[in-house]
């Protein structure tokens, strides 16, 4: 990615923390372009909260740089930092109002009451809130506090805004969206946004640019569909995509172009590059990149299915041998537990992974 | 001089500041009086020498003498006795009143509530009243026993030595109840209700309940409960200038009574001095045992 | 059926808490009733639960004829002075004490827990010789109110550290990214969230500060200037007769108090069970 260096707005340069002896954040490198909706996702625990944290200035950082707008933020305090930010409980002041919670921080600023109430009706028609400015937080919905939450941020017109797993409190559908209404919101005002999330959905779908972290690092980042086609490693490809990938080992045959798989009566699948021949390998396979056949056709390999989940549009087959491999089949698909079906897999969509660093050996 | 003022403003400096302002305040008003009694425990301190800090050096006088006061085995047995059995119907009492409580019926929280009404007197009304509940001639007290036919002849109660101290006693216990209960109550609310039911499901009986489930679950309230009733005994002086003074002739006197009585009656302030120093001693060994039995989260 | 046991059950349960209340409130109702009996009708045998004849006469008499105004004068201003001293000094070392968890915290919160269970009649000498010597003693009002405020500033800390737990830090944070500095968060957002926590606990206070006794008793010679507590003990005597007006005494002090706390029960046994005494 070549990005000029005056478009950067964020910019972290080996960033580390430590809680005592804990390794929270491990050499943080990134950068983050003028108007980007960047993502952070990961498990629980990853370092993505404390990350946006050291951002907002709420968390110091041991060593390293951050940057916002081209300027160092390392020793400046929250307040000057001019980011906004959603928290995940939205963070309301109960003893205000919807109007004093949208306007507080142009108040601090010194900003008029006549300006600030202009601000808080502009805002308000743009989150859909008119009606509710005179409320108490307690007084509104979960989906209204979150609105609230929002508008707060964007009558800032901050320097980028920080959203920590804003939408985790709210049902499944609103989440869906909210989802939506937050990107649009994004697009229309043009601002840079760091977006943390446990939800990979959420990361996929809502962001340009996707950074994966385990255990205080960054695993990956890029482009979303960049991650699902090609992880870097097992632990982004298990992550990224639902359900996850399937982990199969296996070795690679005299050939160099297929691989055997350690599974039921061991199958031999065709890969997409040459390899050294008798290499161990992992091998990953979406379970919705495997196709359906009949056993016996050429090709395809037998499986032996225990378990069958139907949804409707989409059916679940568990195979029974062990590693269990999980498979995405159309919904019309009459598969019935106990079945024996023949299953094949394109050449591109065969992962292979070091077993020992659980790095990608896919040139893709 | 600015980076202080950042240092404030926005880093931990603020805490720090908050913090320093009332551990100094308790520091210089709590922390530096008590190494300041230890000191003059040692020294003579009269009304002559009083207007200076330091006094003249009295070695292990004053707690030779204080040993030596006849009044001393006294003054130890009624200390016990007032705190063991203050404490012990403060507990029992309160604890009932807890359980009873507890129970889920129409005013349970308001009338529990009323029960403070007893805690919030200053004690030394609450000793007057007793002062007069318990007359001899003309008390309330002693008119219901003698209709009761549990006593034949009024006793009298503060001025007689078998009764001084139980008087006294009986004030303490009437103080204590409400905020023993109080606590419990709290204890027993957290009381997960599913284990009731649980154990309701397992055929236990009320009695059963209450030594498998409510005891064993209240058992750090419990301690933290006694030790701050005896913490709570042991402060206890209001009642006693309001009910007996100690008297009659030392009958009612404990030692944080005499402590007083020595410094401010008798103007022997080394000597009151060693008896507040042996007495604090005890109760922060109470208070040790106190939050060690509260060590998740701090109580009172 | 179940309907019908548990409403008898109910009922029963009633009366019985009914009963308790009156019986352990009896001391203050027998109060009330001595100091409007007149001066026979105290010592009548068999007691009357009820005065025959009123006699708001001896009020009359108390008020102007035992200096009460100015006792009671004195215990509104040690009162107030002590409520002061330990809001301004205690508020904001409960707040760090609810915020933070580390060993410094832990140190801190122990000492506080420690200084709390000192007895105020043991520690009442060493502030005696050691105030007489610094002169403090020209003031003793404001002496009482120094020493006195060591003694409840540790249950306020502890009392209002609980209501400061319950705001989340969230609030506090958002505050900070909205431009707050920490003490404008600190002013802004969390002491507005926490006023009734506060408030409660400072209002139990005020009341310690009324009604206290031991050093008022130890510091403060000086007639004038001592509270109604100490107004009080000028009636025991060995062979007192005059019990309708003692009682009538306590009354008008003890009144304020009972009416205060009857008006905020609700909120005074939440501050104290809320959190605080968990």
């Known amino acids: 990615m070549n990005i000029d260096d005056s478009t950067i707005q964020i910019g972290f340069t080996d960033v580390n923390k430590f809680y005592g002896a804990y390794h929270a954040l491990n050499s943080i490198n990134l950068s983050i372009p003028k108007g980007q909706f960047v993502a952070l996702v990961g498990p629980s625990g990853c370092g993505k909260s404390t990350l946006l944290r050291t951002l907002a200035g709420l968390e110091e950082i041991s060593s390293g740089t951050i940057n916002v707008g081209g300027r160092t933020v390392n020793d400046i305090p929250p307040r000057k930092r001019d980011l906004a930010m959603v928290f995940q409980s939205y963070a309301l002041y109960p003893h205000m109002n919807v109007r004093e919670n949208l306007t507080y921080a142009l108040r601090l600023k010194g900003v008029s009451k006549e300006i600030r109430a202009n601000k808080a009706d502009e805002v308000a028609a743009i989150i859909g809130l008119e009606d509710l400015l005179d409320r108490k937080p307690r007084e509104l919905s979960g989906g209204q506090r979150q609105r609230v939450a929002m508008g707060r941020a964007i009558v800032r017109e901050p320097q980028a805004f920080l959203f920590d797993e804003p939408l985790s409190n709210l049902d499944a559908s609103l989440r869906v969206r909210m989802r939506k209404e937050i990107r649009a919101l994004h697009e229309r005002i043009g601002s840079t946004s760091v977006y943390v999330t446990h939800d990979q959905v959420e990361a996929m779908t809502m962001a340009d640019h996707v950074v994966v972290m385990r255990a205080g690092k960054i695993e990956q980042q890029g482009v979303p569909l960049d991650l699902y086609k090609n992880p870097a490693n097992c632990f982004v490809a298990g992550f990224i995509g639902s359900p996850a990938m399937n982990f199969i080992p296996g070795v690679i045959d005299e050939s160099g172009e297929s691989v055997t798989l350690d599974f039921e009566e061991s199958p031999s699948l065709p890969i997409a590059q040459s390899m050294q021949p008798g290499r161990p390998v992992v091998v990953g396979l979406r379970p919705e990149h495997v196709e359906l056949g009949d056993a016996q056709s050429c090709g395809y390999a037998a499986i032996s299915i225990s378990s069958v989940e139907e949804t409707g549009s989409t059916t679940y087959l568990f195979s029974s041998a062990t590693p269990e491999l999980v498979i995405v089949a159309d919904g019309s698909q009459q598969v019935r537990s106990g079945d024996v079906i023949g299953v094949k897999i394109a050449p591109t969509n065969v992962h292979l992974f070091d077993p020992e660093t659980e790095v990608s050996l896919s040139n893709g | 001089m600015k980076a202080c003022a950042k240092w404030i403003r926005d880093g931990i400096g603020f805490d720090a500041l908050l913090i320093a302002m009332a551990l100094t305040y308790l520091l210089a008003f709590a922390g530096l009086p008590l190494l300041y009694n230890i000191i003059i425990s040692f020294q003579v301190v009269d009304m002559f020498s009083l207007n200076q800090l330091f006094h003249e050096f009295a070695g292990w006088d004053n707690y030779i003498e204080v040993f030596h006061d006849p009044a001393a085995a006294e003054v130890l047995w009624n200390t016990t006795l007032f705190t063991i059995v203050s404490v012990f119907f403060q507990f029992t009492l309160g604890f009932a009143l807890a359980l009873f409580f507890n129970q889920k019926f129409p005013g349970a929280t308001w009338f529990r509530g009323l029960f403070l009404a007893g805690w919030v007197m200053p004690g030394l009304v609450v000793g007057v009243l007793w002062n007069w509940l318990l007359s001899g001639d003309f008390g309330v007290i002693n008119w219901t026993l003698e209709t009761l036919g549990i006593i034949g002849e009024p006793i009298f109660w503060r001025s007689d030595v078998d009764y001084s101290l139980i008087s006294v006693i009986l004030a303490n216990i009437w103080y204590g109840v409400p905020f023993n209960m109080i606590l419990l109550s709290v204890g027993l609310a957290g009381i997960p209700e599913d284990l009731y039911e649980a154990a309701a499901l397992d055929g236990a009986t009320a009695l059963q309940k209450f030594t498998t489930i409510t005891l064993p679950m209240m058992r750090s309230t419990i301690g933290a409960v006694i030790a701050l009733g005896i913490i709570f005994t042991l402060q206890q002086f209001d009642l006693f200038a309001a009910i007996t003074s100690g008297g009659p002739a030392g009958s009612s006197l404990v030692a944080q009574y005499w402590s007083w009585e020595l410094s401010f009656r008798q103007f022997e302030f080394g000597r009151g001095a060693v008896i507040a120093v042996l007495m604090i001693v005890v109760v922060l060994g109470v208070t040790v045992f106190y939050v060690r039995s509260t060590r998740q989260e701090t109580r009172l | ?278």
């Open chain 3, 1 to 278: 059926m179940m309907g019908m046991k548990r409403i008898y059950k109910n009922q029963l349960l009633f009366i019985v808490a009914l009963f308790a209340v009156a019986l352990y409130l009896f001391p203050l109702y027998w109060m009330y009733t001595t100091s409007l009996k007149t001066d026979t009708a105290i010592f009548a045998i068999p007691p009357q639960l009820l005065p025959s004849s009123p006699q708001w006469q001896t009020y009359i008499d108390v008020w102007n004829g035992s200096n009460i105004v100015r006792y009671m004068s004195n215990s509104v201003f040690i009162a107030t002075g002590v409520t002061l001293v330990t809001v301004i000094f205690g508020s904001g070392a409960s707040y760090v004490l609810a915020r933070y968890r580390n060993v410094w915290i832990d140190i801190s919160l122990f000492t506080v827990l420690m200084l709390q269970v000192l007895p105020p009649s043991l520690m009442v000498t060493p502030i005696f010789v050691a105030f007489a010597s610094i002169g403090l003693l020209e003031y003793p009002r404001i002496a009482t109110i120094l020493a006195f405020s060591a003694k409840t500033m540790p249950f306020f800390v502890i009392l209002c550290r609980a209501a400061f737990m319950t705001i989340p830090r969230e609030l506090e944070e958002a505050a900070l990214v909205d431009g707050n500095s920490r003490a404008g968060a600190f002013v802004m957002i969390v002491l507005p969230l926490a006023r009734n926590g506060i408030l409660v606990a400072a209002l139990l206070i005020f009341m310690q500060g009324f009604g206290e006794y031991v050093y008022s008793a130890s510091l403060i010679s000086d007639n004038r200037l001592q509270p109604a507590s100490i107004g009080m003990t000028n009636y025991l005597q060995p062979n007192i007769v005059t019990w309708n007006s003692i009682m009538a005494f306590a009354a008008i002090y003890i009144t304020p108090i009972l009416a205060a706390f009857v008006l905020l029960q609700r909120h005074i046994v939440n501050g104290l069970t809320s959190g605080a005494l968990k």
